[in-house]
Structure formats: C-alpha cells, structure tokens
C-alpha cells in the first residue's frame, strides 16, 4: 500500500518533469508570433503607446525577449561573448551571466530567444553551444559544444537557433555529414538521438513542432531541404528539396539564406523565404508521415520577418531586395495573393488580440494593424527611436506591454485598454 501512494506522488512530479509545456519561448507558446491577451488598445496616441520605461546595456543583439512568472529574459553580446540577462517588469537587471561565444562574422549580435521552463533557461550561442541555466541560482547546469561535437556545417551566417523543448529533449539542428538534428536529455545535456544526415549545412532556422494525429514532429528548413524527424526517436519521417521548388536565377543568396521558421497548424504547412523563392503549403498525410505539395505563392517570400496567421490568411513583408519589400497578405487555403502593399519597408510582424504588430526594419515605424484580406489597414503607428542598427527583432506582446529591442536596448510599451476593465 505504502508503495502504490508513493507511486500516486512521484508520478504527477514526473509527468511534469517531462511533458511541461515551455512558459515562455522564440515567437511565442506556440512559436508562431500570435501572443496570448485581451483588452489591448485598438489604436495608439499619434506619438506612439505610453513608453513604460527602456533599459539599455543589454548587449548587441537581435534577439527577442522571453517573459514569465515576473521576468524578462535576454541575450545580448560584449566583445565575442553572450550573455543572458533578467530583468525585473520594470526594466532593471536582476541579474546576467556569460553562456557562451558568439558569431564571428558580419551582425555578430546575439540571435537566441531564451527557451524557459519551470526553474531552468535554455539557449543556444553563436558557435552553437547548447545551454541549461538555473534562473533562481544563476548559473549554468550544463553545456555541451554541440556545433563542435556533433560536427556540424553552417553556410555563410553562421548560426541562429532558438531552442525548441519537447517532452525531456532539447532540440538543436548542427546539420553537416555527422547527423542533421539532434535531441539532448534536457535535465542533463545527454544525447537522446541524433538523425541520419542530410548532408546538407543549416540555415538560420529555428525548429517546430507538428503535433499532427498521435505524432510529433520536429520540422525545421536547411539550405536544400525542408525535413520532418519523429520527435520520440529522431527518425527522418519526410524531406523535400525546397531549394529545387521553382527556383529563378537571380540572388546568389537564392535558395540558400533561408531564415523563416516553418509555420504549422491543423495539418497543413507553410514554409517560405526570400530572394524571390516561392512560398509553399505542404499537406501532412498518413499520420504525419508523407507530406504533399498543395499550392504554391510567388508573392509572399519572406526575408526574415516571419509570418503569422490570423484566419484564413497569412500576413507578412516579402522581399523586393535586401533593403526593401512590400507587405502581403495571402489566402491560407489556396495561396491566392490577396494584396501586396508598400509601406516604408519589410520587416517583422507578430499578433495579439487580433490585431498585427508590424515592425519596419529599416527606420524603426512600428504599425498597428487591423488583419484584413483587402487592403494593409495601418490604424496607428509610430518611430522606436532608441538603440542602434537594423530592427530586426520581433515584437513581444504579454500582459498588456509591449517589448521592443533594438541593439542593446529594450522598451516597454504599455498597450493595455484600461476601458476594458471596467
């Protein structure tokens, strides 16, 4: 008797201490860029949300914030190492540790959106070290030098990888001729499997997961392939030549710089990039192991702003050149381009409370924007005049605030419709 109670106790610890969703993660709970919250404002003073405070001396980086359970959590870079900082909800540092090196190459600054869960941080460096930090101890329970370990191959910008957590692993994506993905115990920095190789090198994409019938699925983009890996065994399910997809001559970039996490819901999956690459929609069949082409869009080829979906349609900036592109919305079920509409310039986009936060990469004019398949319905917008170089980072909305970081600078907006509570 004395054993089956001591049964009933450990297993909801276990249960927990294996299949815990992440609090707070890269684009969001479902790591699509559509944030949870209501009674958000639905238009903005001309000069922008009431700025709630900034804090700067984060660090260079491009990076976005993680926030949970009265912390923000943040990567930024000095000289070639990384840090991860926390921060208080209004703004001041806690505490901030180094984690691991940096890239080495052209926009050296941090790209790693911290993963958390419970009591631990995960995240992966520049140079590709996967990492588990205490958040109540500050300290580092374990790294492993996976990029190095597992030998493998990135093409010209090096990487940029958000962790992804399913069940007790740590996803991470090394690519070369060793293994493509790998999945590490996340209490440990065990390996629990590593995949057959592609032999193809990484992109700048963060992995995602395809709950799809009884099966989960780790789908992430390499230069060449579009690939899906059993999330309980690491087997290759499917992969798909995405970089033989109507492909134009043009960008030498093309098809190469893929950098936009692939989107999955009810089934379906989209995957684009820019340089004039082709989005497409996939179709998972057969409990998720087959996938077929469904259509194909010409128009929205993201940079690396990201996409989100609202409805029945996909919203985001596709890519004219390196410096600009316009804003495009696309019909989720059949690919049709429902607009395509200039505004400043591409950039990132993110989603609360039905409405878009677009964020323009070139001279910081943030929009608020009402989803619409007929035209780009800018209801308020204003200029992020803090930080330095491109605005790269995507918006982070939770609990009626908005973050922005820009260089080593984070802001606090509050967005929050006081009218709603009454």
């Given at each position: ?45 001309e ?61 050296p ?25 205490d ?39 090394p ?12 209490f ?14 990484i ?16 789908v992430n ?5 579009l690939?899906?890996?059993?999330a ?22 093309l098809?190469h ?15 684009t ?9 996939f179709k ?42 316009n ?27 039905g ?13 608020l ?22 605005h790269?980072?995507q918006p982070?909305i ?20 006081e009218?709603?509570?009454?």
């Amino acid at each position: 008797m004395k054993r089956f109670y001591l049964i009933l106790f450990i297993l909801p610890i276990l249960s927990h201490r294996i299949f815990a969703q992440p609090d707070a993660q890269w684009r969001g709970p479902n790591r699509n860029g559509v944030f949870p919250g209501t009674g958000l404002l639905k238009s903005w003073p001309e000069q922008g949300p009431d700025l709630l405070w900034s804090s700067e001396g984060l660090g260079d980086g491009y990076a976005s914030v993680s926030v949970t359970d009265g912390f923000i959590y943040v990567t930024g870079r000095e000289d070639s190492v990384e840090y991860l900082s926390a921060l208080d909800l209004k703004g001041n540092r806690v505490w901030r540790i180094p984690y691991g090196l940096g890239v080495r190459r052209t926009y050296p600054g941090t790209r790693c959106t911290p993963a958390v869960e419970g009591d631990r941080i995960y995240l992966i460096s520049g140079r590709g070290e996967v990492v588990c930090v205490d958040k109540h101890q500050a300290k580092i329970q374990w790294s492993v030098p996976a990029f190095e370990k597992f030998q493998g191959e990135f093409w010209d910008w090096e990487i940029a990888e958000s962790p992804l957590l399913v069940d007790d692993k740590v996803i991470f994506t090394p690519g070369g001729h060793l293994t493509t993905m790998v999945a590490l115990d996340k209490f440990t920095g065990e390996t629990v499997w590593q995949t057959e190789s592609l032999h193809d090198t990484i992109a700048m994409v963060s992995p995602t997961l395809a709950r799809h019938g009884n099966r989960k699925i780790v789908v992430n983009v390499m230069i060449n392939y579009l690939f899906g890996v059993d999330a309980d065994n690491g087997d290759i399910l499917w992969k798909v030549k995405y970089s033989d997809i109507e492909t134009p001559m043009g960008h030498p970039y093309l098809p190469h710089n893929n950098c936009i996490m692939p989107m999955y819901e009810d089934g379906y999956l989209f995957v684009t990039s820019g340089y004039d690459h082709v989005g497409v929609m996939f179709k998972l069949l057969n409990d998720g192991r087959e996938i077929e082409r469904v259509w194909i869009n010409r128009t929205l080829d993201c940079h690396h702003g990201h996409v989100v979906r609202i409805g029945d349609y996909i919203y985001g900036a596709n890519w004219l050149d390196n410096r600009n592109g316009n804003w495009c919305c696309v019909n989720w079920h059949t690919g049709e381009t429902m607009y395509e509409v200039e505004w400043v310039n591409k950039g990132s986009i993110s989603a609360a409370d039905g409405m878009l936060y677009c964020y323009e990469e070139k001279r910081g004019n943030l929009a608020l924007v009402e989803p619409s398949p007929d035209d780009f319905k800018i209801v308020s917008s204003f200029k992020i005049t803090q930080g330095r170089g491109p605005h790269w980072t995507q918006p982070v909305i939770h609990d009626g605030v908005l973050y922005i970081r820009h260089g080593d600078v984070l802001m606090a907006f509050d967005i929050k419709d006081e009218r709603s509570a009454l």
